[in-house]
């Protein structure tokens, strides 16, 4: 059922994506680079979705807030500015910013990827889309993780926030940044506390010199 339903919701979006990419004239040639970030993103982070799917979960934290969140930035992030390219829903609220705006948005979104890409890597069959611990999970303190905990947070932080540069509206702009900020602040307190009821003073040690998303 979950793997219908997201597949449905992907053709959804691709279809929203192409028919934005139309209609990028009137939106912007910032909407390109959005719509190529948005693809980008679920490339990085397929594979290793495929590749947890084996994994055998120990421990899960707060499962109903999860869906919740995760629905909540995928509506904000991907779906309603989606909506607003291909229909001009939000055309009320729309701002205009100079090219130099969209060309620093688009150098930022080269090393978000690359860190974004990067936390997957370092941290394997560890990762999950949701807060929950594996057999044999590693507490992972190497390679971006040496010395920040959550470099995929700080990823994703640097990718919303540079939506507004590219998806220029004040609705669909803003509800990636403001969407993504909901669900850090309230996940990443259960997700830390997983971790350190999973590995105690280990962990202790490691956020005693990590940063949580600037390196210490």
């Known amino acids: ?29 910032g909407s390109l680079v959005w719509i190529a970030s948005m693809l980008l993103l679920t490339v990085i982070r397929l594979p290793y979705a495929k590749r947890t799917k084996a994994n055998t979960i120990t421990e899960k934290r ?15 992030g ?3 500015p989606l909506v ?3 229909t001009g829903l939000f055309s009320f609220a729309d701002y205009r910013l ?9 150098a930022i979104l080269v090393p978000a990827y690359w860190l974004f890409w990067r936390s997957h890597a370092d941290l394997g069959r560890n990762w999950s889309a949701t807060t929950e611990l594996r057999q044999e999970h590693d507490l992972v ?28 509206n004040w609705i669909a702009g803003l509800a990636g940044p ?12 259960y997700e830390e506390a997983m971790m350190r009821d999973g590995f105690g003073e ?6 005693a010199r990590a940063g949580r998303l600037f390196p210490r």
């Open 1 to 29: 059922m979950k793997t219908g339903l997201w597949l449905v919701l992907t053709a959804v979006a691709l279809g929203l994506a192409v028919a934005a990419i139309w209609r990028w004239q009137v939106n912007g040639w």
């Open 62 to 76: 707060a499962a109903s807030t999860e869906h919740l969140l995760l629905a909540l930035v995928a509506i904000g």
């Open 78 to 80: 991907t779906f309603l």
């Open 84 to 86: 607003h390219l291909v």
């Open 98 to 106: 100079p090219d130099w705006a969209v060309i620093v948005g688009t």
């Open 141 to 168: 303190t190497s390679g971006v993780y040496k010395r920040i905990r959550h470099p995929m947070y700080a990823a994703i932080w640097l990718i919303f926030l540079v939506q507004p540069l590219l998806v220029q």
């Open 178 to 189: 403001l969407a993504f900020a909901i669900m850090y602040f309230i996940r990443v307190p």
């Open 202 to 207: 280990a962990y202790d040690a490691y956020c």
